[in-house]
Structure formats: C-alpha cells, structure tokens
C-alpha cells in the first residue's frame, strides 16, 4: 500500500519525468561532455582544482567531517525524544523520519556507486585520461578498469539534507522552504565543487539529488503514512 501510494504520487511522478528528460538532454544529448568541456577549458585544459585547498582540503574533506558532525546531532537527536516517544510522539516520529532519509539516502547512493561501473570525466581521453567515454546505459567493456564514479556520492553530503525540508513541515511548517534550500544549496556546492576537480559529470549529480529527493518523501511516508492523515469521514 504505501510502495503504491509513493509511486502514484503526482511529485513523484513529475520528478522521474523531468530526470528522464534531464538524462536525455545530459547523457544521450551530450550535454555532460559540452559542460565539463567548458570547465576543463576554464581551469587551462587540465583539472587545476582537482588538488586545490578548496575544493580538495575544504569542500571535500573538510565538509565530510562537517556532515558527520551534524548527522551525528540528528541521530543523537533522535535517540532522545525517541526515549521520551510518549511526551513528544510528533517530534520523536519528524527526527526517526529525517534520520532514515539520512541513512537511506547516504547508503543508496553509495551502493549505487559501487555496482554502476561509470568512469569520472578525469578517467577520459577527452579530459586528459585513457578511458572512452561511455553513455551511462551502454555496456562498459571488461578490459577497461572498475570505475565508482556514478551517482556522485559527495552532493549526496549536501542534498541528502533535502530532508529537511519535510521535517520542518511536520514541526515547524514556516522552515521548511529554508530547509529545502539548505538541502540544494549545500549540494549544489558541493556538486559544483567536484565538477571543477573533474570528479562528476553534471549528470552524476542530478541523479544524486533525485534520489536523496526520494528517500526523504518515502522515508517521511514510512514514519507517518497518508492514511494517518486523512481525517474520518463523517456521515
């Protein structure tokens, strides 16, 4: 009932569309390799950010240690008021939720990475590698070496937090725009950072944010299902 109620959600199957649409104009388009030709041109037809302190020592490394700190505020959060379940069910059941769309988000992504086999843009010919460039549904030749390069797994540390923005609609419905950007905003940078290092298509992270997206909807469905919401009709 609630996998049916999920997919059979109009924002759900609006957002599929539009990645469908995405990947068709990125992809098979050639989009990705137009954008991160013009990125590779920028940094002097080599990936210049790749080592850079920003990008390498502050937005990668350092951020990650930044999002252990807070998901670790989240789950420290949610062991609390969970303990205290009877007196707050409303916020225990908003921080189970937010902490599931988490975990998911982190973990699927990461799992998706690992069984993909997609090269970064740095691993190809055109952007000073040895590999070809293949598209995302092509079969990848078994000469080639294993790759863990899609979906970008560090945007997932930013838009994973578009999480957010159905935990304050449950606790504190005037933030949760400002969550829903705090989610694309951190992703976007760190997404936009990892282009720049020649780590990730565009692409990469378009599918990141969609999933990260969808983990936080069915998670927060999970915790509070739509039929918990509806009201009893009255005769």
């Given at each position: 009932m609630l996998i049916k109620a999920f997919f059979s959600s109009k924002n759900v199957l609006w957002l599929l569309c539009a990645y469908s649409a995405a990947m068709l104009v990125l992809d098979i388009g050639g989009g990705d390799i137009w954008l991160a030709s013009k990125l590779y041109a920028l940094?002097?037809?080599?990936?210049?950010?790749?080592?850079?302190?920003?990008?390498?020592?502050?937005?990668?490394?350092?951020?990650r240690q930044v999002?252990?700190?807070?998901?670790?505020?989240?789950?420290?959060?949610?062991?609390?008021?969970?303990?205290?379940?009877?007196?707050?069910?409303?916020?225990?059941?908003?921080?189970?939720?937010?902490?599931?769309?988490?975990?998911?988000?982190?973990?699927?992504?990461?799992?998706?990475?690992?069984?993909?086999n997609i090269a970064c843009p740095w691993d190809l010919t055109l952007f000073g590698g040895t590999?070809?460039?293949?598209?995302?549904?092509q079969?990848?030749?078994?000469?080639?070496p294993y790759n863990q390069c899609f979906p970008?797994?560090?945007?997932?540390v930013g838009y994973a937090w578009v999480g957010l923005f159905?935990?304050?609609?449950?606790?504190?419905?005037?933030?949760?725009?400002?969550?829903?950007?705090?989610?694309?905003?951190?992703g976007l940078m760190l997404g936009l950072a990892q282009q720049l290092r020649g780590a990730h298509?565009?692409?990469h992270d378009i599918t990141t944010l969609v999933l990260c997206i969808l983990c936080a909807k069915f998670c927060f469905?999970?915790?509070?299902?739509?039929?918990?919401?509806r009201k009893p009709q009255t005769r």
């Open positions: 940094e002097g037809s080599t990936w210049s950010l790749q080592q850079h302190w920003l990008t390498e020592t502050v937005l990668h490394k350092g951020a999002n252990y700190l807070f998901c670790s505020i989240v789950l420290l959060c949610t062991a609390y008021f969970s303990a205290n379940w009877r007196k707050n069910k409303h916020l225990a059941d908003s921080f189970i939720a937010l902490s599931l769309s988490l975990i998911s988000a982190f973990a699927l992504v990461a799992y998706l990475k690992a069984i993909t590999e070809p460039y293949i598209h995302l549904l079969s990848r030749p078994s000469y080639l970008a797994g560090h945007a997932s159905y935990f304050f609609r449950k606790v504190a419905p005037r933030w949760r725009f400002i969550g829903l950007a705090t989610g694309l905003s951190l298509f565009i692409s469905m999970l915790v509070n299902p739509p039929s918990a919401n």
